[in-house]
């Protein structure tokens, strides 16, 4: 079993991670299509698609813990 302290520091650093990653896929991307690139749309448009993502797991949780309950209504 994982204690929560090591939870909590995977919890931070997975988006940190996740960020990277992404903006550096987005600079790519961008440089092949366009021949420019420029880290400040590739880091903005990482942040903000990681907050999405962030919302929808949370939603997609949420729901999966409701299916339960409606299915001991039945």
């Known amino acids: 079993m ?3 302290k090591r ?4 919890s931070i650093t997975w988006p940190i991670v996740h960020i990277g990653f992404v903006a550096t896929l987005v600079y790519l991307f961008e440089k092949v299509l366009t ?3 420029h880290w400040e749309y590739a880091g903005a448009f ?3 698609y990681t907050i999405c ?3 929808g797991f949370f939603l997609h949780e949420r729901v999966w813990n409701i299916i339960p ?6």
């Open 69 to 74: 309950k409606l299915r001991k209504v039945k």
């Open 7 to 10: 939870s909590l520091y995977k």
């Open 2 to 4: 994982e204690s929560s």
């Open 35 to 37: 021949g420019e690139a």
């Open 46 to 48: 990482a942040i903000i």
């Open 53 to 55: 993502e962030m919302a």
